[in-house]
C-alpha cells in the first residue's frame, strides 16, 4: 500500500501533489519494482523500457508548460517523482533525473520560439530524450578546465572533444554539449558555449557501456565528439553563456534532483534497518529492542526526516520564484552526507546479513556511492556557501551577485491550487 506523505511535508504540498505522491508509488511498484529486479541481475544491460514507461507517464515534462506538451505541475512535483521512483528504483530515478536537467536548459536557453517549442514538444513526448554533457575526463566538472573546443566555420561550428559521465548516454538522442568558444585566457564565465548536438550526428561516437558500482541499468558514460559540425541554429543561449546554462541547470535542477534521489534511498535504508531489527530476536525480545540499536534507529531516523525537510523547503522556495540557491545547494550536499551515513548503519545493524550482491540492503549502499560527484562534490557545495556566506556578510545587498532562482524566476515559478489542506 502506498505510503501517505508525511504530515511535516503539509505546508509544501497541495492536494494534487499528494494524488501525484500515491500515484508515482503505485506505478513504482507496479512497473518499475520488476524491472528492478532484472537489472540487479545483469549490471551490464542498459535499460531501455523504463524511459518508455515513464514517458507515458507524461513525466519528463514534468516542469515544462502544458502549451509544449508539459504538465506544468512545479518543482515540488519534480521533487515528488525522483523521490518516489528512488525508493524502489535508484537507476529509473536517475534516468529521470538525469533527462529533467538538459529539459531544463533548454526550456531556458533554447532560442527561436517555433525551433524551442517543437523541441521541447518532443522532449515531453521523449521522441527525442536529452542528456548534458559537461563533465571531462581530466578535469572533472571543473568548467575553467574544459578542453573540448567549438570552433567557427562558415556554416556554424565544429566541436572536438571527449565528455563523460553523460547521464543517460547510452539511450539519449540529443546532448547539450558545453565547449570552450575563447581561448584559455579568457574568463571562464564568458568562455563557454552550449550547443544541441543529435547523437546521430557524424562525427558523434559512444565509448561501449562499462557497469558502474551502481546504479544498474542507468547508463552514464564517455562521448566523444570528432570534428563534429553543427549549425549555429543548434546553439543553446548566446556564444559566451555556456558557464551560465552549466551552472544554472546544475543548481536549479541537478542538485535537488539528486538529493531526491538520495532521500528515495535513504529512506529505504532506513525501512529495511527498522524491519529486520524488529525481527530479529535477542534475549527474549528483538534487536530492536535493545538500547544500542534504539539509539542508532533514532538517529538514522531523525537523518532521513532533515533531508526530507531540506529537500521539500527548497523546491518549495523555487516554486513561488524565491532566491533560495543555497538551499538547493545545502538540500543536495547534507542529503548525501545524512544517506550514506544512514546507509553505513542500516549495514552495520544488519550484521552480515546485507553482505551479499542480492541483498536490497548491498544495492542501496552501492546507488549511494554514486551520487556524491554528480552536480557537484560535497567540497564544492561547502565552497559555494561558504562564499555566499561571506558575500552576505561583506557586501551591500544591492551589490550581490544574483542568483540563479532569481534570475529565472518568472520561469520557475508555479502557482498551484492554494488549497493544501488533505
Known amino acids: 500500500m502506498p505510503d501517505s506523505p508525511p504530515t511535516a511535508l503539509d505546508p509544501f504540498l497541495t492536494n494534487t501533489h499528494r494524488r501525484l505522491w500515491e500515484h508515482a508509488d503505485a506505478f513504482a511498484a507496479a ?18 523500457e523504463i524511459p518508455r514507461l515513464l514517458a507515458d507517464q507524461g513525466w519528463f515534462g514534468v516542469t515544462l508548460p502544458e502549451d509544449i506538451g508539459g504538465m506544468q505541475a512545479g518543482h515540488v512535483a519534480r521533487v515528488i517523482l525522483v523521490h518516489r521512483l528512488a525508493r524502489v528504483s535508484a537507476a529509473a530515478a536517475a534516468i529521470l533525473q538525469a533527462s529533467l536537467i538538459p529539459i531544463g536548459a533548454l526550456h531556458h536557453y533554447y532560442s527561436g520560439r517555433r525551433r524551442t517549442t517543437q523541441l521541447l ?6 521522441r527525442a530524450l536529452p542528456s548534458i554533457a559537461v563533465t571531462e575526463p581530466d578535469h572533472g566538472g571543473h568548467l575553467g578546465g574544459i578542453q573540448t573546443t567549438a570552433e567557427r566555420t562558415k556554416s556554424g561550428w565544429m566541436l572536438t572533444g571527449v565528455k ?31 550547443f544541441v548536438v543529435p547523437a546521430t550526428t557524424r562525427g558523434v561516437t559512444l565509448a561501449a557501456h562499462r557497469p558502474a558500482l551502481g546504479l544498474h541499468g542507468f547508463s552514464f558514460g564517455e562521448i566523444r565528439l570528432d570534428s563534429v559540425r553543427v549549425p549555429d541554429d543548434q546553439r543553446l543561449g548566446k556564444v559566451g553563456e555556456g558557464y551560465a546554462v552549466a551552472q544554472s541547470s546544475s543548481i536549479l535542477y541537478g542538485r535537488p534532483n539528486l538529493a531526491a534521489l538520495d532521500l528515495g534511498l535513504h529512506e529505504t535504508a532506513v525501512s529495511l534497518a527498522v524491519r529486520h531489527t524488529a525481527a530479529r530476536p535477542r534475549h527474549g525480545a528483538t534487536l530492536a529492542d535493545l538500547g544500542v540499536v534504539q539509539d542508532r534507529l533514532g538517529r538514522i531516523t531523525a537523518n532521513a526526516g532533515v533531508a526530507r525537510l531540506l529537500l521539500y523547503h527548497a523546491a518549495h522556495l523555487l516554486d513561488r520564484g524565491l532566491p533560495c540557491d543555497q538551499q538547493l545547494i545545502t538540500a543536495k550536499f547534507v542529503g548525501h552526507e545524512l544517506a550514506a551515513e544512514s546507509g553505513r548503519t542500516a549495514l552495520e545493524l544488519h550484521g552480515a546479513h546485507a553482505l551479499h550482491a542480492g541483498h536490497p540492503l548491498a544495492r542501496i549502499w552501492q546507488d549511494i556511492q554514486t551520487t556524491y560527484a554528480p552536480a557537484g562534490t560535497g567540497e564544492i557545495q561547502r565552497l559555494r556557501l ?7 556578510e561583506t557586501t551591500p545587498p544591492d551589490q550581490r551577485r544574483p542568483q540563479w532562482s532569481q534570475l529565472f524566476a518568472d520561469r520557475l515559478r508555479h502557482h498551484p491550487p492554494l488549497t493544501t489542506a488533505a
Open 386 to 392: 561558504a562564499q555566499a556566506a561571506v558575500e552576505d
Open 31 to 48: 512497473e518499475i519494482a520488476p524491472r528492478a529486479a532484472r537489472a540487479d541481475t545483469d549490471p551490464t544491460m542498459v535499460e531501455r
Open 121 to 126: 514538444l518532443a522532449v515531453s513526448e521523449m
Open 164 to 194: 563523460t559521465a553523460v547521464g543517460n548516454s547510452h539511450i539519449a538522442d540529443l546532448h547539450i554539449v558545453v565547449a570552450r568558444t575563447a581561448d584559455p585566457g579568457v574568463r571562464t564565465s564568458q568562455a563557454l558555449t552550449a
